[in-house]
C-alpha cells in the first residue's frame, strides 16, 4: 500500500495530485502543521526536517516533492509524466522542478510572517514587501515562459504542472493574478483536470488561511 504523508493545502497535494493522474491508490495519513505532530520522533525517521510530503512506497520512504514526482515519473514511464533524458523538453522539465519551489519557498516565508508568528507584531513589513515583489517576480517569470502554451512544458501536461499546481493554490493569497492572464488561464485549465478535482476532494480541511487575501502591512 502506498501512504502519503499529508496537510490539508501544503506542498504534500503536489503528490496526492500526481498520484490521482497516475491513477495509483494511496491511504492518506493526516497531519497540522499546528499540533507538533510532524516532529515525532516517528515522522522524523520519514522526513528528517519534519515537513510533508513524505511517501511510503515499495518499501522505502521518500522524503521532498520534486523527489517523491521524478520516483513515481520514473515508475510510471507509460504515463509519460516526464520527458526522458535525451529528449527535447528535459532540461525545461528539471527547471520546472526547482523553479516551483523557488516560488513555494517565498509563498512559505510569507506563510510565516503573515500567519505562524504566534505574536503576528513581529511579522517584518519590509521582510513581507521584499518577499511579496519576489513572489511577483516568479509569476511575470512564469508569464513569460507560459505564453501561448497550456502547461509549463510546450509539449503538454507533465509532473511539472503538478509541481507547479499546489502553488497556484497559495499564491493567490499574497499576490493578485489579475497582471498575469497566461498564469491565471494555467490556474483555470489545471483546476479544471479531473484528477486535480478528485486530489481536492481527497485534500481535506485547512486550518491556517482564514482571509482570501494577506496584503502588505501598511498598504
Ligand atoms: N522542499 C520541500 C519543502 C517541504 C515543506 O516545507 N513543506 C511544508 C508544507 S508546504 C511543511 O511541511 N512545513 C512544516 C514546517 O515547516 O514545520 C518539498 O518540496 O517537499
Known amino acids: 500500500m502506498i501512504r502519503l504523508h ?55 520512504s521518500i522524503f521532498e516533492s520534486g523527489a517523491i514526482t521524478q520516483y513515481l515519473c520514473e515508475r510510471h514511464p507509460e504515463a509519460a509524466l516526464a520527458p526522458m533524458p535525451g529528449t527535447p523538453d528535459r532540461v525545461r522539465f528539471l527547471e520546472m522542478l526547482g523553479f516551483a519551489e523557488t516560488m513555494a519557498s517565498l509563498v512559505e516565508q510569507l506563510n510565516l510572517n503573515h500567519i505562524f508568528l504566534r505574536d503576528p507584531s513581529q511579522a517584518s513589513p519590509v521582510v513581507v514587501k521584499l518577499n511579496t515583489r519576489r513572489l511577483e ?33 497559495a499564491v493567490p493569497f499574497y499576490a493578485h493574478l489579475d497582471p498575469f492572464p497566461a498564469v491565471t488561464a494555467y490556474r483555470d ?12 476532494s481527497r485534500d481535506g480541511e485547512q486550518d491556517f488561511y482564514d482571509r482570501p487575501f494577506y496584503p502588505i502591512p501598511g498598504t
Open 6 to 60: 499529508h496537510v490539508p493545502m501544503a506542498r504534500s497535494f503536489r503528490i496526492l495530485w500526481l498520484l490521482e493522474e497516475l491513477g495509483l491508490d494511496a491511504e492518506i495519513a493526516l497531519y497540522s502543521i499546528r499540533d507538533g505532530s510532524l516532529r515525532a520522533p516517528d515522522y522524523l525517521g520519514r522526513a528528517p526536517v519534519g515537513r510533508v510530503p513524505a511517501l511510503d512506497i515499495d518499501g522505502i
Open 137 to 169: 517576480m516568479t509569476l511575470a517569470a512564469l508569464e513569460h515562459l507560459l505564453g501561448d502554451q497550456d502547461y509549463v512544458l510546450p509539449s503538454g501536461f507533465s509532473a511539472a504542472d503538478t509541481m507547479m499546481g499546489f502553488n497556484m493554490l
Open 189 to 200: 485549465r489545471i483546476m479544471a483536470r479531473p484528477a486535480f478535482q478528485r486530489a481536492q
